[in-house]
């Protein structure tokens, strides 16, 4: 059995520092929290955050990941100890990101794992809906969606995969205001998907959600020995973790994008909870991140059954598990990857 072991977030300034076996975070030389490492799998700082050497040996030693991002939950360093990643494995997947049938069947499964999830929650929502034309809309894209899940068996190169990603996206981020309810829509319709910076309050949410989602794909991609920064889907760039982007895209629907979607609807999260900064872009309050972290932290602890290995796990766990089934792929000892399906 595999325990979902805490994420650290820190996102206010202050100081952490080792004490013994704990972990103490400081603001002005005031001690805000204790954690014992055994509790943590990673810590993720938020903006001007100092770590100790002897925090970041231990860390290291131990193999649990410190990341950096910014104040926005953009991506700046990330420290760790010595890779401990089977090279055997890692060889594997570099012969099998030479081969271009091997990128274009998995981008595919890549591909199919994210549109079936997107209209997954098309179709949840028009079901749950009790406006009729909201109904009739997340259907009409979900029926899109389902033409371009066809036509990607069929896709013949990696650019088709792309093009019928690209339009699928279009279909849903369209149809993603009928899923926010009637009177919360004026403040919170996303128009389109915008992100570098997110022009309107859902993207800074989605956005936020995306980069944490983003950090522990890479993570789990690590734990089981893979190479990050070679993906088979997204192109590979210096700095980009190609392969990490590609697990990720089974997950933002029904990780990222129902959690932003059900802290608004709830009302959780409100229109004073952004601000406006100068050249249009978007941000996230500091009270309405540390919520949004809370829930994203208690949306991994929940419970569900995966439908391949037929085993309850936590949510927060499906990276991993599905890491694995892909080293498997890249090994030879699986044919075909099969994403994570929500039902």
């Given at each position: 059995?595999?325990?979902?072991?805490?994420?650290?977030?820190?996102?206010?300034?202050?100081?952490?520092?080792?004490?013994?076996?704990?972990?103490?975070?400081?603001?002005?030389?005031?001690?805000?929290?204790?954690?014992?490492?055994?509790?943590?799998?990673?810590?993720?700082?938020?903006?001007?955050?100092?770590?100790?050497?002897?925090?970041?040996?231990?860390?290291?030693?131990?193999?649990?990941?410190?990341?950096?991002?910014?104040?926005?939950?953009?991506?700046?360093?990330?420290?760790?100890?010595?890779?401990?990643?089977?090279?055997?494995?890692?060889?594997?997947?570099?012969?099998?990101?030479?081969?271009?049938?091997?990128?274009?069947?998995?981008?595919?499964?890549?591909?199919?794992?994210?549109?079936?999830?997107?209209?997954?929650?098309?179709?949840?929502?028009?079901?749950?809906?009790?406006?009729?034309?909201?109904?009739?809309?997340?259907?009409?894209?979900?029926?899109?969606?389902?033409?371009?899940?066809?036509?990607?068996?069929?896709?013949?190169?990696?650019?088709?995969?792309?093009?019928?990603?690209?339009?699928?996206?279009?279909?849903?981020?369209?149809?993603?205001?009928?899923?926010?309810?009637?009177?919360?829509?004026?403040?919170?319709?996303?128009?389109?998907?915008?992100?570098?910076?997110?022009?309107?309050?859902?993207?800074?949410?989605?956005?936020?959600?995306?980069?944490?989602?983003?950090?522990?794909?890479?993570?789990?991609?690590?734990?089981?020995?893979?190479?990050?920064?070679?993906?088979?889907?997204?192109?590979?760039?210096?700095?980009?973790?190609?392969?990490?982007?590609?697990?990720?895209?089974?997950?933002?629907?029904?990780?990222?994008?129902?959690?932003?979607?059900t802290l608004i609807n709830r009302n959780q999260l409100k229109a004073d909870d952004?601000?406006?900064?100068?050249?249009?872009?978007?941000?996230?309050?500091?009270?309405?991140?540390?919520?949004?972290?809370?829930?994203?932290?208690?949306?991994?602890?929940?419970?569900?059954?995966?439908?391949?290995?037929?085993?309850?796990?936590?949510?927060?766990?499906?990276?991993?598990?599905?890491?694995?089934?892909?080293?498997?792929?890249?090994?030879?000892?699986?044919?075909?990857?099969?994403?994570?399906?929500?039902?």
């Open positions: 059995m595999q325990t979902l072991l805490n994420t650290l977030y820190l996102t206010l300034p202050g100081y952490l520092h080792l004490d013994n076996d704990t972990l103490r975070f400081e603001i002005e030389r005031q001690t805000k929290l204790r954690v014992p490492m055994h509790h943590l799998g990673s810590v993720v700082c938020f903006g001007d955050v100092l770590v100790s050497p002897a925090a970041i040996a231990r860390l290291a030693d131990e193999g649990k990941t410190l990341v950096y991002l910014d104040r926005n939950g953009r991506f700046k360093a990330r420290i760790e100890g010595a890779v401990s990643g089977n090279i055997l494995l890692r060889q594997a997947q570099f012969r099998r990101a030479d081969s271009s049938e091997f990128c274009l069947a998995q981008a595919k499964a890549s591909i199919a794992g994210k549109l079936r999830n997107s209209r997954y929650v098309l179709l949840r929502g028009a079901r749950d809906s009790h406006d009729g034309d909201d109904a009739a809309v997340l259907r009409h894209a979900a029926d899109s969606i389902a033409i371009d899940l066809r036509n990607l068996e069929f896709a013949p190169d990696l650019d088709t995969v792309r093009g019928l990603e690209g339009n699928s996206a279009r279909c849903y981020f369209s149809a993603m205001p009928r899923l926010i309810r009637p009177d919360q829509r004026s403040d919170f319709s996303p128009d389109g998907r915008s992100r570098r910076p997110p022009r309107d309050r859902a993207n800074a949410l989605l956005s936020f959600l995306y980069s944490m989602l983003m950090n522990d794909c890479r993570s789990a991609l690590e734990v089981v020995g893979l190479d990050p920064q070679l993906g088979f889907l997204h192109a590979v760039r210096p700095g980009r973790a190609a392969l990490a982007l590609d697990l990720m895209e089974e997950f933002r629907a029904i990780l990222a994008d129902r959690l932003a979607l952004f601000v406006l900064r100068p050249g249009g872009a978007v941000q996230l309050q500091d009270d309405a991140r540390k919520a949004l972290i809370v829930a994203y932290q208690e949306r991994k602890q929940e419970i569900i059954e995966h439908p391949l290995l037929e085993q309850k796990i936590s949510i927060g766990l499906l990276p991993k598990i599905q890491a694995h089934l892909l080293t498997r792929v890249i090994c030879g000892d699986t044919e075909t990857y099969i994403p994570f399906l929500a039902r």
